[in-house]
């Protein structure tokens, strides 16, 4: 299995433009996590879905961010209008999420390095 | 409130010595899981080992064991024999029941550098 794979591996934007990341998750895991990592503030969750729904979106920061996952194989982080705060290292992960299996692994995807000028 | 705590921002150890990686957490969920990941400067996060609330036997896997101090919540990292490849960050994180699914929260991180 290829594992998880993002696209792009790097992106160098401008202010105010929009900013469209792709996660490819693991075949047949039904779990879909979208983190983001800063020196500042750590790794944070921003959004997770089940079988391709949303669950929790509690960690997404504003309405400027949204998530979407039209199926199973694919899922979207989109930022309209981008700051350069948003510039950070953005992972997605996958996990098989057997109900009442804690010990699940999150397999994580090589990360997104977003910069914001 | 923080949920996972790291308390050292970096570490030192020579090559083939052991190390030892201190994380405590807070939970009033029974039923939860503890995780390590390894994060090399190439950044990918590596998983290394898994201990659940329940588990009566600490987690070993190859060099990686987890010292599991459930009454004082700790859940440390103890790495042996030391490589100059085990010089990366290292993150805690615990998964607990939340939105009705087991959702990890990771810890900021132990920079760990190995010597020669």
């Known amino acids: 299995d290829a594992g998880v794979i993002q696209s792009p591996r790097h992106e160098v934007t401008e202010m105010g433009q929009e900013v469209t990341l792709r996660c490819k998750p693991i075949s047949g895991h039904d779990y879909l996590f979208w983190y983001r990592q800063t020196m500042m503030r750590g790794l944070e969750l921003l959004i997770y879905f089940n079988n391709n729904v949303p669950i929790d979106d509690s960690g997404m920061p504003e309405d400027r961010f949204s998530a979407k996952m039209p199926n199973a194989s694919f899922s979207t982080l989109k930022i309209q209008p981008s700051e350069p705060r948003d510039s950070a290292v953005y992972f997605c992960a996958s996990s098989s999420g057997v109900a009442g299996a804690l010990g699940n692994e999150q397999f994580f995807g090589p990360g997104t390095r977003l910069t914001v000028l | ?116």
């Open chain 2, 1 to 116: 409130a923080q949920k996972i705590t790291q308390t050292q921002p970096g570490m030192f150890v020579q090559e083939k010595e052991a190390v030892t990686l201190d994380c405590t957490y807070d939970t009033s969920d029974p039923s939860y899981g503890l995780f390590w990941y390894k994060q090399p400067s190439s950044g990918e996060m590596i998983f290394l080992i898994y201990q659940g609330s329940y588990d009566q036997q600490n987690a070993t896997e190859g060099r990686y064991s987890l010292n599991f101090q459930k009454a004082r919540k700790s859940a440390n990292l103890v790495i042996s024999a030391s490589q100059l490849g085990d010089s990366a960050m290292y993150f805690c994180a615990m998964r607990e029941t939340r939105g009705g699914s087991y959702i990890p929260t990771f810890g900021r991180g132990t920079s760990l550098i190995v010597h020669p």
